[in-house]
């Protein structure tokens, strides 16, 4: 635990650090938070980390954007995406309730992934557009702000 915090909080500092127009810098970060919310776990940043160049983004900015999913936070943020991927497809849970781990559950299990795929990108990308727009702003503000301390420290 201790190791995903310090973890978290270098990345963090790197971003936090990094120079540059602060409306790129917010476009890197906010692509790479929509991109934390896909269900894909453990390949967000490896995805984040090949699109950069291909969309011209920051690096950093756009791989630690990804941190909102991390091992911490990854369980409910997918049963978040996927009861909203639920409602919005308005589809009926497609798992019943088992007491116990048997063949029968392994099975439904099987036969239930591609919907459970479904709903999880569904809502991974509805709730990926709401945290992208959010993330965009809050840290085109902090860059924004940032850019105006080192402009009048230069100046002094």
């Known amino acids: 635990m201790k190791r995903i915090t310090l973890y978290l909080k270098t990345q963090f500092r790197k971003l936090l650090n990094q120079k540059g127009d602060p409306k790129h810098l917010a476009k890197s970060f906010a692509i790479g938070n929509f991109l934390g919310m896909m269900p894909l776990p453990g390949l967000q940043m490896l995805v984040a980390f090949a ?3 291909i969309l011209k983004l ?3 900015a756009c791989v630690t954007g990804t941190l909102n999913t991390n091992p911490i936070t990854a369980p409910f943020i997918f049963f978040f995406n996927y009861k909203l991927g639920v409602w919005l497809l308005d589809v009926h849970p497609v798992i019943q309730h088992h ?9 439904e ?3 239930a992934g591609g919907y459970i795929l479904e709903c999880l990108l569904a809502g991974g990308i509805v709730a990926g557009i709401i945290n992208a727009i959010g993330a965009y702003y809050l840290s085109l503000a902090y860059f ?3 850019m105006k301390r080192v ?4 100046k002094e």
Do not use: C, G, H, Y
């Open 51 to 53: 699109l950069s160049p």
């Open 58 to 60: 920051n690096k950093t």
């Open 99 to 107: 007491d116990q781990l048997d063949l029968a559950l392994l099975i």
């Open 109 to 111: 299990l099987s036969v």
């Open 144 to 146: 924004r702000r940032k």
């Open 151 to 154: 402009e009048v420290q230069a």
